[in-house]
T-cell receptor
Framework: GAGVSQTPSNKVTEKGKYVELRCDPI?????LYWYRQSLGQGPEFLIY????????DSGLPNDRFFAVRPEGSVSTLKIQRTERGDSAVYLC?????????????FGPGTRLLVL | DQQVKQNSPSLSVQEGRISILNCDYT??????FLWYKKYPAEGPTFLIS?????DKNEDGRFTVFLNKSAKHLSLHIVPSQPGDSAVYFC??????????FGRGTSLIVHP
């Protein structure tokens, strides 16, 4: 079966614009995670979904960031009024069940560049 | 304030020799530790883990050692192969909750 996919693979935008990043998890995986990896850093947790609901959004840096998972499958990370500091690789991961870190599969990421 | 630290940004090793990647952590509540491997343009993939009740876990060529008193863990790869060249992330968590990652160490294995 297919792994976690993320679209677009690359996104270039201008400061102040709105962007949406999409994640298609592995079919049947109930847990979905978003991470942000800035240059020279490790992945940094943003938000975690269990089914349709955000179980933990403590990693979202501010209210410009929002994520949804309306049907418990595909998730969209939304960034309003983008800033240059938002430039990073945004990683999505899914797991069959929460807490199964060994089987948390990552997508290839979306590389966001804010000019 | 980094809770998981990988102080060596890069490591170069000859094929066939041992690669040792180090990781330190500051949060004494961490009790579960993982190593991930990441190739360019791909997401990280799980490599090996260890619970705080153990001090060693081995899986083929990969062994992770945990020293709780020193809050230190290391990943040993023996023998190293060119295909092991990648960025290795150390991560730690409280229980099975969301891991905190280090900055990564880039390993290059020379043929």
């Amino acid at each position: 079966g297919a792994g976690v996919s993320q679209t677009p693979s690359n996104k270039v935008t201008e400061k102040g614009k709105y962007v949406e990043l999409r994640c298609d998890p592995i079919s049947g995986h109930t847990a979905l995670y978003w991470y942000r990896q800035s240059l020279g850093q490790g992945p940094e947790f943003l938000i975690y979904f269990q089914g349709t609901g955000a179980a933990d959004d403590s990693g979202l840096p501010n209210d410009r960031f929002f994520a949804v998972r309306p049907e418990g499958s595909v998730s969209t990370l939304k960034i309003q009024r983008t800033e240059r500091g938002d430039s990073a690789v945004y990683l999505c991961a899914s797991a069959r069940l929460p807490g199964e870190q060994e089987t948390q599969y990552f997508g290839p990421g979306t590389r966001l560049l804010v000019l | 304030d980094q809770q998981v630290k990988q102080n060596s940004p890069s490591l170069s090793v000859q094929e066939g020799r041992i690669s040792i990647l180090n990781c330190d952590y500051t949060n004494s509540m961490f009790d579960y530790f993982l190593w991930y491997k990441k190739y360019p343009a791909e997401g990280p993939t799980f490599l090996i883990s260890i619970s705080s009740i153990k001090d060693k876990n081995e899986d083929g060529r990969f062994t992770v050692f945990l020293n709780k008193s020193a809050k230190h863990l290391s990943l040993h790869i023996v023998p190293s192969q060119p295909g092991d060249s990648a960025v290795y992330f150390c991560a730690a968590s409280e229980g099975s909750y969301i891991p905190t990652f280090g900055r990564g160490t880039s390993l290059i294995v020379h043929p």
